[in-house]
Each structure stands twice: as C-alpha cells, then as structure tokens.
C-alpha cells in the first residue's frame, strides 16, 4: 500500500491536539559507534525527560526509527501514536525513501509528562 506522504503528517494534527501545552521535540538521538551497546540513548532519553519535567512542559515526542530507539522509547514509558515503513511513503507518484529497506520503520513516539 502507499500512503500518501501527507498522511505521514497526521503528525499536524497530533501538534493540534497539543496546542494548550509545550514540550521537547528529541531529535536525532545518535551515538558514536564505539559507545554503542552502553545505555547511553537511554540515558540521554532520561535527561531529556528531566529537562522537560524541570521546564514544566508537557511532554517529550520523538521519531524513533531504529529497534534500539523503538525500545528505548518504550521502556521509558514513551506511547507509539503511529508507526509506518518508510517504503510504504511516497508524494503520489515517487517513493520519498527510495533507499529504504522493506522493513524500515519510522515512529512517532511521545512521553506525556504528568504535572
Ligand atoms: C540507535 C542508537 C542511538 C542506540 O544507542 P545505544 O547507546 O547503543 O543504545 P542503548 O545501549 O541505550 O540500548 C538501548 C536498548 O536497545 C537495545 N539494542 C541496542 N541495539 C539494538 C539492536 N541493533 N536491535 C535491537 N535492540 C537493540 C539494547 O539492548 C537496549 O535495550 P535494553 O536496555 O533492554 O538492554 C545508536 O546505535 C546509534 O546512534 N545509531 C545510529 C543512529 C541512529 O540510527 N539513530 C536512531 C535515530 S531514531
């Protein structure tokens, strides 16, 4: 199937339904390869998470695209709101990830931060 690549951005109304609160947007959560295997996503996932509760925001959203990331988002309580294959995007008549692998897989994942 083929989604159109609009549709990826039902993110737009996600942003929508949080408009009365602010949060942290973590983005290209990235480890030098000779520290991999360490914890330290996780813990840079943590510090994020207490950088948001100690600005008294609302929540942490991420776009995990690795299992690692898949499974440090949700070890830490993070909800999966959609998750697509990246083949499966495309603007309608060309694929928007031409080198993506069939089982490549982006997220969106989001913490709600209890105040
Ligand atoms: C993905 C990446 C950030 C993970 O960093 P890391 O510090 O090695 O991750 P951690 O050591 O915190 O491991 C996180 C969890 O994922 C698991 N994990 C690590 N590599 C994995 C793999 N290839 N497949 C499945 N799980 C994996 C770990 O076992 C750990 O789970 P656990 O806490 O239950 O043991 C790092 O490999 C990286 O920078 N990759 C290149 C950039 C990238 O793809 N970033 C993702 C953007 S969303």
């Not at 973590?26 to 813990?43: I, M, N, S």
Request: charged letters at 25%.
């Amino acid at each position: 199937m083929t989604c159109p690549f609009s549709d990826f951005f039902i993110e737009i109304y996600f942003w929508k339904l949080l408009e009365a609160s602010e949060g942290l947007e973590l983005c290209f959560l990235c480890v030098r390869a000779e520290y991999c295997g360490c914890g330290l996503a996780g813990r840079l996932a943590e510090e994020t998470i207490r950088l948001a509760v100690d600005r008294g925001l609302g929540f942490v959203k991420s776009n995990p695209t690795t299992e690692a990331t898949f499974r440090v988002f949700r070890k830490l309580g993070f909800q999966l709101i959609r998750q697509m294959k990246l083949a499966d995007y495309s603007d309608g008549t060309e694929a928007a990830f031409p080198h993506a692998e069939p089982d490549d897989c982006v997220g969106i994942a989001v913490k709600y931060i209890l105040k």
